[in-house]
Structures are given as structure tokens and as C-alpha cells.
């Protein structure tokens, strides 16, 4: 996790994505025989990347937070560009907040996961200066081996 810059304060803006989503938990994802977010990025590969434009974005969201990072949330895979193919699609809205941006470079999916664990013991640093808001964080996805992850932060 050498690779994985400090994180810098982002302002965002709120904006809208259209996808899929699935409801989950950490405990269900760290078993390889429940874990749904896999399986919601191949459906996402399936039915969606083939038909994006050039100018949609990628992203994932994490929202609706039961609680806090153990608790149920919802995970998004989505696109930001609407297009003719995208009807099927059901749309959640980012807001716009308080961020921090992390970002790291490696293969997917091992950059995710490794970055998400960076995030997580950032947070339960007892020095950490910021804490989490649980309102909606989310996933740039500049290539296929650049991920920005921003946490929304009070």
C-alpha cells in the first residue's frame, strides 16, 4: 500500500448516477461465497460498459448507510453519462459535501480492496483528525489501474 497518496480535503459537488445496485455488509463481503459487490461490476461489465459513451465516467457508490462501516449500505456501479441504452438504468444522487480523496494506482479488484482497507484504519486511528459522515462515498475510476475513493467526512 506504498502506492497510495495522502489524503487531500474535496469539495464536491452533488451529482447523479445511473446503474445497479445491490444492499450488503463488510461481514458479507469478506466471504468469498456471499459477497455480492463481484457480482454487481460483472453485471455492470455485461450490460453497461459495452454501451457507455466516451464521455461517461465510472463510478462506485456506497450509500445509504445503516450505521457506520458495520453496519448494511448500498453499492452503486454506475456511469454518469445517460445515453439511449441506459433506460433500464435506476439513478442515485451523490451530495454534494465535505471529502477526502484517496487515491492508488495497482490492479482491480486488489486496488479497491487494499485501498478500502487503507480508509479503514485511517479512520480508527485514535490521531485521525476527521470523521466519517456515512452519507455517501464513492469511486472514480480514472483507468483499469487508477481509483480515486472519496469518504465524506463531517
Not at 23 to 40: C, P, Y
Not at 90 to 95: A, D, G, H, L
Request: negative net charge; proline residues 3%.
Amino acid at each position: 500500500m506504498d502506492n497510495i497518496a495522502t489524503p487531500i480535503e474535496y469539495e464536491c459537488s452533488a451529482f447523479t448516477v445511473y446503474g445497479f445496485n445491490i444492499r450488503t455488509n463488510n461481514r458479507t463481503e469478506a466471504d468469498v461465497g456471499t459477497a455480492k459487490i463481484g457480482q454487481l461490476w460483472q453485471r455492470f461489465g455485461y450490460e453497461v460498459a459495452p454501451k457507455m459513451s466516451s464521455q461517461s465516467s465510472v463510478y462506485g457508490i456506497y450509500t445509504n448507510y445503516e450505521a457506520d462501516m458495520h453496519g448494511e449500505y448500498d453499492v452503486w456501479a454506475g456511469i454518469t453519462e445517460i445515453n439511449e441504452h441506459a433506460n433500464a438504468l435506476e439513478k442515485t444522487n451523490v451530495p454534494a459535501g465535505r471529502y477526502l480523496k484517496f487515491s492508488h494506482h495497482g490492479e482491480i479488484p486488489n486496488v479497491i480492496i487494499e485501498l478500502w482497507q487503507h480508509i479503514w484504519a485511517y479512520f480508527t486511528d485514535p490521531n485521525c483528525s476527521y470523521e466519517r459522515a456515512y452519507t455517501a462515498d464513492y469511486e472514480f475510476y480514472y483507468s483499469a489501474t487508477h481509483v480515486d475513493l472519496f469518504i465524506a467526512i463531517k
